[in-house]
């Protein structure tokens, strides 16, 4: 089986966001929303990154189903609505970092860079703490 290093779930207008994001040695693939939940349950990526665009409850149910399905794997939500609420809301549901965008791609790279050296580096395994609460206690 192939290991994708990073894998990026993104709608079609926003997809335009990552076509030079790129790290050295490191596997990306690019999937839309309607593939992306089929792709996260193999977990094959050592890192995900959730753009959800304005469509926050489209991402953060996505941000769902990848921490009961990948609990291991560490996530990046992005969006361009954001509130404190919905930033909340992505941590409490998992999410690693946090995102408003625009972002700056070289700082994004760094971002995703320093998450991978500290779970590949790391021996500890983290547990879900999703797994203690309902999802719609959250939403």
């Known amino acids: 089986m192939t290991t994708t290093t990073i894998l ?8 335009l966001n990552y076509s030079f994001f790129s790290l050295e040695g490191e596997r ?7 593939s992306a ?3 996260i349950r193999h977990c094959t990526a050592d890192i995900i990154l959730i753009d959800s ?3 926050v409850e489209k991402g953060l149910n996505l941000l769902i189903e990848s921490k009961r399905t990948c609990h291991n794997i560490p996530i990046i ?16 549901l998992g999410a690693r970092e946090y995102i408003k965008k625009p972002f700056d ?7 995703v860079k320093n998450i991978l050296y500290i779970k590949r580096s790391s021996k500890e395994k983290r547990t ?3 797994s203690k609460i309902t ?5």
Do not use: H, M, W
């Open 128 to 130: 879900p703490y999703i």
């Open 77 to 92: 939500f992005l969006t361009s609505a954001s509130s404190e609420d919905v930033v909340e809301r992505a941590f409490k």
């Open 8 to 15: 990026i779930i993104a709608d079609k207008e926003n997809k």
């Open 28 to 34: 990306i693939e690019i999937y839309p929303f309607e």
């Open 37 to 39: 939940i089929e792709k």
């Open 105 to 111: 791609l070289a700082d994004l790279q760094n971002i």
């Open 135 to 139: 999802s719609s206690e959250i939403l």
């Open 53 to 55: 665009g304005f469509d």
